[in-house]
Every structure is written in structure tokens, then in C-alpha cells.
């Protein structure tokens, strides 16, 4: 039997087969429109005839005709996807028997896009693999193959179910495009540092290109990764010919390509589309002369989103505001399920110049597990940069690194014996980077020798279960001067000293001025000296002008940044403040301002306003004034959607200012009752939606936005949970207008007799009845409309 | 799976989708839109891929040869009745501006809708780019095309957009799904039967206005057009 273990370890050549489809569909008439993995069902003996045809050639392992045997596509061909898997195993095992080679289950794509993309959740995704995983080990698969995946977290799915589910060898290969990136976006330096991370056996490329157009992939790979790499490429680039598909590279071609790929110490090779026995047959002579064994490389420490890496060579911001602690707005978005509140900080932030976000939604009175999920989630769907995963519990961390798509870093570990057991274990799992506190059951230790001490110990001990030393991060923690003003100086000295255990330094700066004046001098100072002594990954507020001034004059310093990037990043600024602005008088101003739809400007008009005039009259007399002429201008055709938006925005901002400036503003509407909107269950398309909500929230409405394809749960609860003005839900398409209807059917039948209003594209004012709304609304205006109606 | 497809964004194009109708429009706005178009440029990666099937009528529809599909659709039996082959395309914008667009809707509304209509302005000019560059392929056979009609128009079903995407492997080669609703996923993306005609032959055919969803709020209507009188083909 082929030793794969010790194959894999001695990083000898495996030889994998090639296209499988093809050859089949030559051996085999299958009526159009049928599966090819129906063929183990009806013909075993040609499925077995292919995989001799490969194993005749030198394949040590071959896969099994199961590329697309999950249970959804299977259903779908009216096909059992457990018998359909199991006769494939047979007849790989069959044919592979008196040649002792292995036979890897073959997993392709669910067909279905994952969320935030698509519809299909990522629990789903992982139950349909691990159905494949349980009946392909039990039948007797020696491993599993993951292949063709564009996106990184169905591959992740995948890898979970695998390794979940059997204790089965895993290899993935993902399919590029010629921009080295996945369809998804995915990069190689993400899906390397994520599928190691996961423990795969081995990591690679299959389909789409060939191996010339794959090399640069395969070189990046090679250079994050110390797994033994896979190629199983197409015969190069595929064209039409005659309306037939054809591949470009003859077998010799392919071989020769191949064997480039053998030479820089690829060390697992087959073919996909256009490859036949006789390209693997070729392909082994030429690699087993070229193979070289390939020098690993060094680790790194960094740590990716799914489509973006940061390596932890500079300083790198890490953003502080999604977290509730002491601020009001941020905890009520949280009791209300508002995550586009959270998601504009999330933007915000990184438009600041934050590199990656710390993630904390811990309150008492919600569920943070279920909470933290969803907040990863969205944040996923919206901003690129990687997270870190900020709580103290091991069950909310654990369900968070689940459905992250990349590699995370988690805050926090401490040297206390409970809380090293229960974490550690989790981030060696899951492949993420830690942060280690300095504290243990004695509390924070009043020296930086302690302090070390203790990292040196939370480093022996995630070494000790095989997380390597480069994505263990110390926080030596910052108290306040306030207390002891040896304070700021302990945790600078501790951080010098950890830097000689050359680990990464995390650390939380504002703590140091908690309970003095002029709070910020004393943060940015603190950040300077912190930075000084080997500080790596502050976490702060990155929309605190000054202290980004900080953080980036730093890295020009320090060399960590050209002084090219330092110009680009400030002549720009210098040119926006130099700008004048035009002169009206203020109520003129604060009225053009809005109807133009200008933010700049709007606060110093507004505070010239607040000379005289309170914060409800300036609502009263000019915002509101001014919006209604917008909403009218709209509705008569005078300015059109971007602009009706547009001025929405800086009247938003206007509201925002004064509640800021006076505290609580009363709302235009005194009404304390709350209006959702979501796109219904199925239905991605969230513009709509959004319009509508910014529209309302800027007549003073508050609104609770749940996102797009809505869970119908999600919004009864929602609606029964709160004071409901109405339930406002957005369709887009005549096919999810059935979820739009079920979705009123759970919200009545929960008890909820409030009104429902309806909009989209597809609906009119029959159809809404008809499925049980009470209004249509065909736009924005006419939903502000409603709910002005609904007040009285 | 090929990228010489060359697509233009034009700021007419943008302007209409988004209802412009002559309104004076300020400096920051127009800023806006031209930022919305370079980013477009910049997020967009185009993909296509299409096959030709032989084709003929069913008793409700189509009957796709070689395959087990038949589509009931009257306008899909109208479009092709002077069509022996058929070609079945599907092409996508990605998912690079899907998640521009989604970001921006939480950093500035008004870009985010400026951004989506780019987005669609440039997946129709893809579809149109790829039609032109199949109708020259053709034109040397003597054939030509009809116009192009996708699920939704008409009665041609929005749940046969996942046999359309099955039948060209559109998943793998492109990276286009479609999910229970039809509703394709990256949004911005097109699926299409294009009839092939004998050059001679010059057959175009739109699904009736009344027979259409957007029959009640038709913008084109109000103004007595349709949504097909742009087609200059």
C-alpha cells in the first residue's frame, strides 16, 4: 500500500490522475443534462476502466467520480447522493486494489454561493460536506480532496467537515483566474495562511489555467506555506473550436510545463480538464527527473481576512470603536440588532487607515455567541480587512474563528491556568494568532519582569500544543497614571523586554490617562514612547486625527513607509482645508447646504445657529423646512435620486451634530415607536432598502435596519421584541415576493397586528394586499408618506 | 474564462440609469460620479462564457437538443421560430464591485446608488460588447442574431436560470450562481439565449409590455418608450 504519511513527510513526488469527465463522457453515452457521477451507478465497470487508465500510467492517487455528489445537486437530478458516493468509493477501491494506491474522496463546489454573496450559510455549506466526509470514510476512502474552490470559506467549510468528521489525510487545491486571484478574490497568500492554519495535509491549484499560467501562484504558495504543494492544472488555456472545447498544450507540452513545476519542489502533480493518461504518464517522466525538494520558508507572523494578508512587519492600527463599553449609541444598536450601525464605524474606521478591526460585543442582557456571529459575519460582507476577536469566552470565540473567512487574531488568552486550557486548544484548531495578557490569577504584576515571566509562559505553553511562536502577540497592559504613575513606565519596560523573546506587542493605549484631564495629550505621548519601545499593534481609535498623525509620522521615521507614501497620504489633506467656503448667511446656508446636498460646512453652520437658537428649534424652523422642500423638489422632478440621497446625508449628519453637541435632542418625531426594514429571506438586492432607510432615519424616524436576505425569525422577533411604528420589508425580485408573503403569514401569526409596508421593483398596490401588507410603497418619499400617516 | 472584451462606462449612461432628466447637477456631484466610474473600472472584472445548442420548438417552448431541458416559454418559442441553433451566454461583472457597492452603502449612501448603476451600466455594455464580438464571428458564416432575451423577460421563467448556468458550467468557468429564487449571485450579471438567424433574416422580438413585471411603474412607459428602443442593433 502507498505510504502517504511518510510520502508526504520524506516530501517525496506523488503522482495524482487527470480529467476524469471527459474521458468518461467518451467511454459512456449519458443522455444530455445528466450527472457524471450518475455513471458509478449505471456503468461501475467504465468508471473503473478510467480510474486503470490512470493508475495503469503511475498515479499513486486517483479520485473518485464524485466531484459534484452532494446532497443538493444529487436531489436535484432526483439521485441519492449516499449511493451515489458509495459505488464510487467501490469502484475506485476496485480498480485501485492490485495497484495498492489510494483513493481520495473527491469534493468539488456546493453549486450554491455562500453568504454574504450568496444565500447558502456557512453551516449549511459545512453539514452538505460532512455528509459527503461520513459516507465517503466509512465506505473507505483513504483521504479527502477538496478541489475546484473559488472561495476560500466554502473551502473552509469543507475542511472543518473533513476534519470533523473523519481523521481522513485532507488536501485542498482552490481554482485561480488569471489574475491570480480566485472568482471570490481570494489570494494565495490567504488561502495558505488560512488552510495551514486549519491543519490541511497539503495545499495547491487545480482547473481554470494551466501550468504556465498557474507558476506565479504555485511561487507565492511556496513562499507562505511549508505543505507539500499540488498542481493539477488544465492542458493549458481552453478555446472553442467548432463549438467544442478544446485545450491548447499536447501532452509533451504539459509534461515539459510540468516539469518547471517539479523543479521549484512541487511535489504533487496530476491534470484536470483536457488531461488524459497519457499527460500524466509524460508528466511523471519529466517531474521525476526535475523534482527538487524546495527550500521551506521562513514563517511569518501575519494573519488575512479571505481576500487580503497583513504581515506584522510595521505598525499596523488595530481599530477600537466595534466595542460597547461606555458608549450608549453603540449599546443600543446592539439591544436593537442594528448592525449597520457597527458596520458604518467598521467602514469609518478603515477609512481612517485602520489595518484590522478588534471585534467586542459583549453586553450584559444579549446573546454574545449569537451576536458575535452575526457581527463577523456582516463585517465580512463589508469591509476586506482582517479581524480580531475580542472576548474572554472560549464558546464566543470558538463559534467566531468558525465562520471567519481567513486567519483571525483573538484577544485574548491570560497566563491563568483555565484560561490557557480552554483557549489555546481552540486557536491551535482553528489556526488563528492570540494575544497573550500579562496577567495571571495574582492579577497584573506591578513589574515588567513578572509581566514577562508570564508571556514567556503563555508562549512555552501554545508551543506546547503546536501554535507556533509567530502568531503569539503579548499585551503587557496599559493602567493608569492616575493610580501609580510608575504605571505608564512598567508597561513600557515590559514591552522592550518581550520584544527580546522577538514576539509581536499588542497594546490598548487610552487606559493610561483614565481619570485626568486632557486625556488625549497623555494617549498620544504614551503611543509615541509605547511605538518607541517595540509597540507593534496599537489599538486605538483610528478617526482620532492626531493620533493617526502619530502612527504614520512612525512609519516614515521608523523607514516602515516611503516617504512617498507619507506625501501621498497628507498633500491631499492640505488641499481639502485650504478650500473656502462660500459665504451665505447661516439659516440661507444651513437650507442650501441641505437642498444641495454640501456636508462640508454643516457643523459650522449649525454651531452659528446654536448662538441663538436651541437645537429643537433649528430642527423645526430650518432642517425640517428644508427637507420637506428636498422631499417636494424630488417628487416634482426637480432633482433626482442621487441628489434627493445626497441631501438626506447631510441632513442626517445635521441631526447627528446637535444630538452630539446639545445631548439628547428630542427627535423631530416625538413618537418613540421603531420602524424595521429588511430585504426579505432568499433576496440579496439591499440598495432599495437602504434608500429608504436613510430617507426615513432623516425625517427623525428610528429605524432598525436587519440587512438582506432576512431571516423571517429574525424579523418577528425583532418586531414582538419592540415599540413597532411598522415592519417595512423589500423584495426585488417576483421570485422572493413568496418569502415576502411568509414573512407577513409569521408576523401575524406571531401576534403582530402593526402595519406591514411593502416596496420593490415587482410589487404594485394590488399585489401587496393581496399577500397581506398594509401599504405599498413605491419609493422612499412614499414610505415617509406612510409613516407620517401612521403617527397620527 | 476570456477578457478581450472591451466595455465603456459613459456617464450618459450612468446619468440615465440613475432617472436624470436635465436637473442641474453640482461639482460635488459630478466628482462623485466620476469617482463612482473609476472605481467601477477598477472593481469589475468581466467574465463570459457561451455555447451553441440546435434548438426547436416544443409544444410550450423550446427544446434545448442533446440536453434535458425544455424551456415553456411562448416569447422564447417567438424569439427563436426562425432559429435553428440558439446560443446560451452568461456573463458577470464579479464579485469585487459587489462588495464595493455593499461597503460604500455604509460609507456614503449617494455614492453607493451612483455605484450600482455604474455596475449595471457596465454588466448591459459587457452583454452588448460580447454580442457584437458573436455577431462578427457569425457574420462570416452568413449568419446573424436576434436580440437578446433573458429569464424574466416575458414568460421566459426565472427558474431556469440555474439550467441555463448548469447547461454552460457557468459555476466553474466563471464563478456565476444562481440561488432557489433565480437570482443570480454576483447580482451584476447576465444570463441570455440569443436566437442564430440566417443573415438575411433580421428578427427581433420583446416580450409584450403587458405580459411584463414592471408593467405598473415603468419608467420607459410614462414616457412612451420602451426598454428596448435603446438597442440600436
Given at each position: 500500500m502507498f505510504q502517504l504519511h511518510a510520502r508526504l513527510k520524506k516530501r517525496e513526488l506523488i503522482m495524482m490522475d487527470g480529467a476524469m469527465g471527459t474521458l468518461l463522457q467518451d467511454r459512456y453515452a449519458l443522455p444530455g443534462g445528466r450527472p457524471p457521477e450518475e455513471i458509478n451507478l449505471l456503468s461501475p465497470s467504465t468508471v473503473q476502466e478510467v480510474h486503470d487508465a490512470y493508475l495503469q500510467v503511475g498515479s499513486n492517487i486517483i479520485l473518485t467520480n464524485t466531484f459534484g455528489a452532494n446532497r443538493l445537486k444529487m436531489q436535484s437530478y432526483g439521485l441519492c447522493h449516499e449511493a451515489v458516493i458509495s459505488s464510487a468509493i467501490d469502484n475506485a477501491k476496485a480498480a485501485s486494489e492490485k495497484y495498492g494506491a489510494l483513493v481520495a474522496l473527491d469534493i468539488g463546489p456546493l453549486g450554491k454561493l455562500l453568504e454574504p454573496m450568496g444565500t447558502l450559510r456557512f453551516e449549511e455549506a459545512y453539514e452538505l460536506f460532512a455528509q459527503q466526509v461520513r459516507i465517503g470514510a466509512d465506505r473507505g476512502a483513504d483521504l479527502i480532496y477538496i478541489e475546484t474552490m473559488s472561495d476560500l470559506y466554502e473551502a473552509k467549510a469543507a475542511v472543518l467537515a473533513a476534519k470533523e468528521n473523519s481523521t481522513l489525510p485532507v488536501f485542498v487545491t482552490m481554482t485561480f483566474d488569471h489574475n491570480h486571484r480566485t472568482f471570490t478574490g481570494c489570494d494565495a497568500d490567504s488561502i495558505a495562511l488560512t488552510l495551514e492554519g486549519l491543519g490541511v495535509d497539503a495545499l495547491g491549484v487545480n482547473c481554470s489555467l494551466g501550468p504556465k499560467e498557474l507558476l506565479p501562484v504555485l511561487e507565492q504558495l511556496a513562499k507562505r506555506t511549508a505543505l507539500p504543494l499540488i498542481a493539477k492544472p488544465n492542458a493549458g488555456l481552453p478555446r472553442v473550436a467548432d463549438n467544442q472545447t478544446v485545450f491548447e498544450m499536447d501532452s509533451q507540452e504539459f509534461a515539459d510545463s510540468m516539469g518547471t513545476l517539479a523543479q521549484m519542489g512541487v511535489s504533487i502533480l496530476g491534470g484536470c480538464c483536457g488531461t488524459a493518461p497519457e499527460y500524466i504518464s509524460l508528466t511523471k517522466t519529466a517531474a521525476e527527473t526535475a523534482y527538487q525538494v524546495r527550500t521551506l520558508p521562513k514563517r511569518q507572523s501575519a494573519i488575512s481576512s479571505g481576500t487580503q494578508t497583513l504581515n506584522i512587519d510595521k505598525v499596523l492600527v488595530i481599530g477600537e470603536?466595534?466595542?460597547?463599553?461606555?458608549?450608549k449609541a453603540f449599546k443600543e444598536a446592539l439591544m436593537n440588532n442594528d448592525i449597520g450601525y457597527i458596520l458604518h464605524q467598521a467602514v469609518e474606521q478603515v477609512d481612517g487607515g485602520a489595518d484590522l478591526l478588534d471585534v467586542n460585543v459583549g453586553l450584559p442582557g444579549i446573546d454574545e455567541k449569537e451576536m458575535m456571529i452575526r457581527v463577523v459575519k456582516a463585517l465580512q460582507s463589508v469591509v476586506n480587512c482582517p479581524l480580531q476577536i475580542d472576548s474572554n469566552d472560549p464558546a464566543v470565540i470558538e463559534a467566531a474563528l468558525r465562520i471567519y473567512n481567513g486567519k483571525a487574531i483573538v484577544n485574548s488568552v491570560t497566563g491563568e491556568e483555565q484560561s490557557l486550557e480552554s483557549i489555546l486548544p481552540i486557536i491551535k484548531k482553528y489556526g488563528a494568532a492570540v494575544v497573550g495578557l500579562t496577567l495571571d490569577n495574582n492579577g497584573i504584576p506591578q513589574t515588567a519582569e513578572k509581566r514577562y515571566e508570564i508571556a514567556e509562559k503563555i508562549l512555552m505553553r501554545a508551543q506546547s500544543i503546536g501554535i507556533p511562536k509567530e502568531d503569539v502577540f503579548i499585551d503587557c497592559l496599559t493602567l493608569t497614571i492616575a493610580a501609580d504613575q510608575q504605571n505608564a513606565q512598567i508597561t513600557l519596560d515590559a514591552v522592550k523586554k518581550i520584544k527580546q523573546l522577538n514576539l509581536k506587542t499588542v497594546l490598548g493605549i487610552s487606559n493610561v490617562s483614565f481619570g485626568l484631564p486632557m486625556r488625549n495629550r497623555i494617549n498620544n505621548t504614551f503611543l509615541t514612547m509605547a511605538l518607541q519601545s517595540g509597540l507593534d499593534l496599537p489599538i486605538i481609535n483610528p478617526n482620532a486625527q492626531d493620533t493617526m498623525e502619530i502612527v504614520n509620522t512612525y512609519r516614515l521615521l521608523a523607514s516602515q513607509e516611503t516617504s512617498a507614501h507619507y506625501i501621498a497620504r497628507y498633500a491631499e489633506s492640505t488641499e481639502a482645508l485650504s478650500k473656502p467656503s462660500p459665504k451665505r448667511n447661516e439659516t440661507e446656508n444651513l437650507e442650501y447646504l441641505i437642498i444641495n446636498g454640501i456636508q462640508q460646512g454643516i457643523t459650522q453652520s449649525l454651531d452659528t445657529l446654536l448662538v441663538q437658537h436651541d437645537a429643537m428649534e433649528i430642527i423645526n424652523t430650518h432642517l425640517i423646512p428644508a427637507l420637506d422642500k428636498v422631499g417636494s423638489f424630488y417628487e416634482s422632478g426637480k432633482i433626482f435620486l442621487p441628489q434627493l440621497i445626497s441631501s438626506a446625508e447631510v441632513s442626517k449628519a445635521a441631526f447627528e451634530y446637535l444630538r452630539h453637541k446639545v445631548?439628547?435632542?428630542?427627535?423631530?418625531?416625538?413618537?418613540?415607536r421603531q420602524i424595521i426594514v429588511a430585504t426579505v429571506k432568499g433576496d440579496v438586492h439591499d440598495i432599495g432598502k437602504n434608500i429608504v432607510k436613510v430617507v426615513l432615519q432623516n425625517y427623525g424616524f428610528s429605524v432598525i435596519d436587519l440587512g438582506y436576505d432576512t431571516d423571517i425569525d429574525l424579523i418577528v422577533d425583532t418586531a414582538k421584541k419592540n415599540d413597532m411604528l411598522f415592519v417595512g420589508l423589500s423584495s426585488l425580485m417576483t421570485t422572493s415576493l413568496k418569502s415576502m408573503e411568509e414573512t407577513i403569514v409569521a408576523l401575524r401569526d406571531s401576534g403582530y397586528t402593526g402595519a406591514i409596508v411593502v416596496g420593490g421593483a415587482v410589487l404594485d398596490n394590488d399585489y401587496a394586499k393581496k399577500i397581506g401588507a398594509t401599504y405599498y410603497a413605491k419609493d422612499a418619499m412614499a414610505t415617509v408618506h406612510i409613516a407620517k400617516e401612521l403617527l397620527v | 474564462m476570456i477578457y478581450l472584451l472591451d466595455y465603456s462606462i459613459s456617464k450618459a449612461d450612468v446619468l440615465a440609469h440613475l432617472g436624470y432628466n436635465n436637473q442641474e447637477i453640482s461639482d460635488t456631484l459630478n466628482q462623485k460620479i466620476d469617482a463612482c466610474i473609476a472605481l467601477s473600472y477598477e472593481r469589475i472584472v468581466p467574465a463570459f462564457t457561451y455555447q451553441i445548442f440546435s434548438v426547436h420548438p416544443s409544444l410550450h417552448g423550446i427544446e434545448i437538443e442533446n440536453t434535458s431541458l425544455t424551456i415553456d416559454s411562448y416569447d422564447l418559442k417567438q424569439l427563436l421560430c426562425y432559429s435553428k441553433e440558439a446560443i446560451l451566454l452568461a456573463l458577470t461583472a464579479g464579485v469585487g464591485i459587489e462588495q464595493a457597492i455593499r461597503t460604500q452603502s455604509y460609507r456614503d449612501m449617494t455614492s453607493c446608488v451612483i455605484l450600482d448603476s455604474c455596475a449595471s451600466v457596465a454588466t448591459e455594455n459587457i452583454a452588448e460588447a460580447l454580442q457584437q464580438q458573436i455577431k462578427q464571428t457569425l457574420s462570416e458564416k452568413n449568419l446573424s442574431i436576434t436580440n437578446r432575451f433573458s429569464c424574466g423577460y416575458g414568460d421566459f421563467s426565472l427558474h431556469y436560470q440555474k439550467d441555463l448556468l448548469q447547461l454552460l458550467h457557468a459555476e466553474k468557468k466563471i464563478g456565476l450562481h444562481a440561488n432557489e429564487f433565480g437570482i443570480l449571485q454576483p447580482k451584476k450579471s447576465i444570463t441570455a439565449v440569443i436566437g442564430i438567424v440566417d443573415k438575411q433574416i433580421r428578427h427581433r422580438y420583446y416580450a409584450a409590455c403587458s405580459n411584463c413585471a414592471a408593467k405598473e411603474d415603468c419608467a420607459y412607459q410614462k414616457e412612451g418608450k420602451t426598454c428596448f428602443n435603446y438597442m440600436q442593433d
Amino acid at each position: 500500500m502507498f505510504q502517504l504519511h511518510a510520502r508526504l513527510k520524506k516530501r517525496e513526488l506523488i503522482m495524482m490522475d487527470g480529467a476524469m469527465g471527459t474521458l468518461l463522457q467518451d467511454r459512456y453515452a449519458l443522455p444530455g443534462g445528466r450527472p457524471p457521477e450518475e455513471i458509478n451507478l449505471l456503468s461501475p465497470s467504465t468508471v473503473q476502466e478510467v480510474h486503470d487508465a490512470y493508475l495503469q500510467v503511475g498515479s499513486n492517487i486517483i479520485l473518485t467520480n464524485t466531484f459534484g455528489a452532494n446532497r443538493l445537486k444529487m436531489q436535484s437530478y432526483g439521485l441519492c447522493h449516499e449511493a451515489v458516493i458509495s459505488s464510487a468509493i467501490d469502484n475506485a477501491k476496485a480498480a485501485s486494489e492490485k495497484y495498492g494506491a489510494l483513493v481520495a474522496l473527491d469534493i468539488g463546489p456546493l453549486g450554491k454561493l455562500l453568504e454574504p454573496m450568496g444565500t447558502l450559510r456557512f453551516e449549511e455549506a459545512y453539514e452538505l460536506f460532512a455528509q459527503q466526509v461520513r459516507i465517503g470514510a466509512d465506505r473507505g476512502a483513504d483521504l479527502i480532496y477538496i478541489e475546484t474552490m473559488s472561495d476560500l470559506y466554502e473551502a473552509k467549510a469543507a475542511v472543518l467537515a473533513a476534519k470533523e468528521n473523519s481523521t481522513l489525510p485532507v488536501f485542498v487545491t482552490m481554482t485561480f483566474d488569471h489574475n491570480h486571484r480566485t472568482f471570490t478574490g481570494c489570494d494565495a497568500d490567504s488561502i495558505a495562511l488560512t488552510l495551514e492554519g486549519l491543519g490541511v495535509d497539503a495545499l495547491g491549484v487545480n482547473c481554470s489555467l494551466g501550468p504556465k499560467e498557474l507558476l506565479p501562484v504555485l511561487e507565492q504558495l511556496a513562499k507562505r506555506t511549508a505543505l507539500p504543494l499540488i498542481a493539477k492544472p488544465n492542458a493549458g488555456l481552453p478555446r472553442v473550436a467548432d463549438n467544442q472545447t478544446v485545450f491548447e498544450m499536447d501532452s509533451q507540452e504539459f509534461a515539459d510545463s510540468m516539469g518547471t513545476l517539479a523543479q521549484m519542489g512541487v511535489s504533487i502533480l496530476g491534470g484536470c480538464c483536457g488531461t488524459a493518461p497519457e499527460y500524466i504518464s509524460l508528466t511523471k517522466t519529466a517531474a521525476e527527473t526535475a523534482y527538487q525538494v524546495r527550500t521551506l520558508p521562513k514563517r511569518q507572523s501575519a494573519i488575512s481576512s479571505g481576500t487580503q494578508t497583513l504581515n506584522i512587519d510595521k505598525v499596523l492600527v488595530i481599530g477600537e470603536r466595534i466595542n460597547p463599553t461606555g458608549k450608549k449609541a453603540f449599546k443600543e444598536a446592539l439591544m436593537n440588532n442594528d448592525i449597520g450601525y457597527i458596520l458604518h464605524q467598521a467602514v469609518e474606521q478603515v477609512d481612517g487607515g485602520a489595518d484590522l478591526l478588534d471585534v467586542n460585543v459583549g453586553l450584559p442582557g444579549i446573546d454574545e455567541k449569537e451576536m458575535m456571529i452575526r457581527v463577523v459575519k456582516a463585517l465580512q460582507s463589508v469591509v476586506n480587512c482582517p479581524l480580531q476577536i475580542d472576548s474572554n469566552d472560549p464558546a464566543v470565540i470558538e463559534a467566531a474563528l468558525r465562520i471567519y473567512n481567513g486567519k483571525a487574531i483573538v484577544n485574548s488568552v491570560t497566563g491563568e491556568e483555565q484560561s490557557l486550557e480552554s483557549i489555546l486548544p481552540i486557536i491551535k484548531k482553528y489556526g488563528a494568532a492570540v494575544v497573550g495578557l500579562t496577567l495571571d490569577n495574582n492579577g497584573i504584576p506591578q513589574t515588567a519582569e513578572k509581566r514577562y515571566e508570564i508571556a514567556e509562559k503563555i508562549l512555552m505553553r501554545a508551543q506546547s500544543i503546536g501554535i507556533p511562536k509567530e502568531d503569539v502577540f503579548i499585551d503587557c497592559l496599559t493602567l493608569t497614571i492616575a493610580a501609580d504613575q510608575q504605571n505608564a513606565q512598567i508597561t513600557l519596560d515590559a514591552v522592550k523586554k518581550i520584544k527580546q523573546l522577538n514576539l509581536k506587542t499588542v497594546l490598548g493605549i487610552s487606559n493610561v490617562s483614565f481619570g485626568l484631564p486632557m486625556r488625549n495629550r497623555i494617549n498620544n505621548t504614551f503611543l509615541t514612547m509605547a511605538l518607541q519601545s517595540g509597540l507593534d499593534l496599537p489599538i486605538i481609535n483610528p478617526n482620532a486625527q492626531d493620533t493617526m498623525e502619530i502612527v504614520n509620522t512612525y512609519r516614515l521615521l521608523a523607514s516602515q513607509e516611503t516617504s512617498a507614501h507619507y506625501i501621498a497620504r497628507y498633500a491631499e489633506s492640505t488641499e481639502a482645508l485650504s478650500k473656502p467656503s462660500p459665504k451665505r448667511n447661516e439659516t440661507e446656508n444651513l437650507e442650501y447646504l441641505i437642498i444641495n446636498g454640501i456636508q462640508q460646512g454643516i457643523t459650522q453652520s449649525l454651531d452659528t445657529l446654536l448662538v441663538q437658537h436651541d437645537a429643537m428649534e433649528i430642527i423645526n424652523t430650518h432642517l425640517i423646512p428644508a427637507l420637506d422642500k428636498v422631499g417636494s423638489f424630488y417628487e416634482s422632478g426637480k432633482i433626482f435620486l442621487p441628489q434627493l440621497i445626497s441631501s438626506a446625508e447631510v441632513s442626517k449628519a445635521a441631526f447627528e451634530y446637535l444630538r452630539h453637541k446639545v445631548g439628547t435632542v428630542q427627535s423631530s418625531v416625538s413618537d418613540p415607536r421603531q420602524i424595521i426594514v429588511a430585504t426579505v429571506k432568499g433576496d440579496v438586492h439591499d440598495i432599495g432598502k437602504n434608500i429608504v432607510k436613510v430617507v426615513l432615519q432623516n425625517y427623525g424616524f428610528s429605524v432598525i435596519d436587519l440587512g438582506y436576505d432576512t431571516d423571517i425569525d429574525l424579523i418577528v422577533d425583532t418586531a414582538k421584541k419592540n415599540d413597532m411604528l411598522f415592519v417595512g420589508l423589500s423584495s426585488l425580485m417576483t421570485t422572493s415576493l413568496k418569502s415576502m408573503e411568509e414573512t407577513i403569514v409569521a408576523l401575524r401569526d406571531s401576534g403582530y397586528t402593526g402595519a406591514i409596508v411593502v416596496g420593490g421593483a415587482v410589487l404594485d398596490n394590488d399585489y401587496a394586499k393581496k399577500i397581506g401588507a398594509t401599504y405599498y410603497a413605491k419609493d422612499a418619499m412614499a414610505t415617509v408618506h406612510i409613516a407620517k400617516e401612521l403617527l397620527v | 474564462m476570456i477578457y478581450l472584451l472591451d466595455y465603456s462606462i459613459s456617464k450618459a449612461d450612468v446619468l440615465a440609469h440613475l432617472g436624470y432628466n436635465n436637473q442641474e447637477i453640482s461639482d460635488t456631484l459630478n466628482q462623485k460620479i466620476d469617482a463612482c466610474i473609476a472605481l467601477s473600472y477598477e472593481r469589475i472584472v468581466p467574465a463570459f462564457t457561451y455555447q451553441i445548442f440546435s434548438v426547436h420548438p416544443s409544444l410550450h417552448g423550446i427544446e434545448i437538443e442533446n440536453t434535458s431541458l425544455t424551456i415553456d416559454s411562448y416569447d422564447l418559442k417567438q424569439l427563436l421560430c426562425y432559429s435553428k441553433e440558439a446560443i446560451l451566454l452568461a456573463l458577470t461583472a464579479g464579485v469585487g464591485i459587489e462588495q464595493a457597492i455593499r461597503t460604500q452603502s455604509y460609507r456614503d449612501m449617494t455614492s453607493c446608488v451612483i455605484l450600482d448603476s455604474c455596475a449595471s451600466v457596465a454588466t448591459e455594455n459587457i452583454a452588448e460588447a460580447l454580442q457584437q464580438q458573436i455577431k462578427q464571428t457569425l457574420s462570416e458564416k452568413n449568419l446573424s442574431i436576434t436580440n437578446r432575451f433573458s429569464c424574466g423577460y416575458g414568460d421566459f421563467s426565472l427558474h431556469y436560470q440555474k439550467d441555463l448556468l448548469q447547461l454552460l458550467h457557468a459555476e466553474k468557468k466563471i464563478g456565476l450562481h444562481a440561488n432557489e429564487f433565480g437570482i443570480l449571485q454576483p447580482k451584476k450579471s447576465i444570463t441570455a439565449v440569443i436566437g442564430i438567424v440566417d443573415k438575411q433574416i433580421r428578427h427581433r422580438y420583446y416580450a409584450a409590455c403587458s405580459n411584463c413585471a414592471a408593467k405598473e411603474d415603468c419608467a420607459y412607459q410614462k414616457e412612451g418608450k420602451t426598454c428596448f428602443n435603446y438597442m440600436q442593433d
